[in-house]
């Protein structure tokens, strides 16, 4: 019984991840219709650098 009361969280956590990621997934194919691949990229670092998080720079920009 214990081992069951476990797994139902962990279960939890990681159908919200994937929806989240599902979501995430559609939402960047959308926008990438409409704008430019790099523009994305200057946008996504933008709200990173607002919100005081550290930028993550993609390792294909590594190499300009």
Known sequence: MNS??????????ATR???FWG???VT???????L???TLIVLRNW???KSK???IVPMFLEIF
């Not at 960047?28 to 409409?34: D, E, H, I, P, T």
């Open 53 to 55: 998080q550290p930028i």
């Open 36 to 38: 430019d691949p790099y």
């Open 4 to 13: 069951f009361k476990s797994k139902v969280p962990a279960a939890l956590y």
């Open 17 to 19: 991840a994937a929806s």
């Open 28 to 34: 960047m194919k959308a926008v990438l219709g409409k």
């Open 47 to 49: 709200i990173v650098n």
């Open 23 to 25: 979501v995430s997934f």
